[in-house]
């Protein structure tokens, strides 16, 4: 178990939202913090602490007016911590190479990957030779629907406005793993609402843990930090936004660090 931390961007700042209320009309979201401080402070700060594989997310699309200042945020932030953090947030194999060649670990990607309600496997292959499978998170940021036959938690994506038809299991995870080296879940239910984790979910990718995982959503106490070491195995890595007090919340980020390092495995 790892802490990955998070710099998510919107309308060009450092922000935490309520996932569900991202509006790409507009560019509204519900907003829990705003940072009065820029992407490369937080940046500096994870490095400081070598703690690494954290992911920047630009939460603006790529014909907003402020996808320009957010990916200079991002960049920004790449610049200032080389190799330490992931980003996601609109790639394609058009821009993934470049964001690799700025100093990005890893590329994020959803939207790309999970196109028409399915899984496009040509753009995945695009990607994989792109950047390589060893620079590829695939983000499985999902819903809970209750489907007469098989209800569970579904992959949503354009900034986890559109319902695709693929249910995250342990078939679904084992057949994108051999195209990536990790997985980023936002249970986007419970993202950014600080009031619990998704349970099932988390047990869900716990029972698989074959490759590296990290869950968000609703960490909000050190209750639901010890729920996904248990429920995980402590095979998962954890992030938490609204409720580190970084950003405004009550968990101390000092606190939870060691928290971690105590069930790192």
Known sequence: MEFRP?????????KQIVGSSLKDQGNIARENFVSEQDAAFYARLYQSQGIAGGHIILLNPKDSVYYDASRKQALSALNAYPGGLQIGGGITDE??????????????????????????FEHLERLTECVGKEHLVLDLSCRYRKEEEASGYYIVTDRWQKYTNERVTESLLEKLSGYCCE???????VEGKASGIEKPLVKLLGDWGKIPITYAGGVHSFEDLEAIAQLGHNRLNVTI????????????????IQFIKEREV
């Open 6 to 14: 998070c710099i998510d961007i919107h309308n060009g700042k450092v």
């Open 95 to 120: 821009n993934a190479g470049e964001f690799i060649a700025a100093g990005a670990s890893a590329v994020i990607v959803t939207s790309y990957v999970f196109r028409d309600g399915g899984i496009n």
């Open 183 to 189: 997985f980023l879940v936002h249970a986007v239910d």
């Open 241 to 256: 936004g609204s409720a580190l007090d970084l950003f405004g919340g009550p968990m101390s980020y000092e606190q939870v």
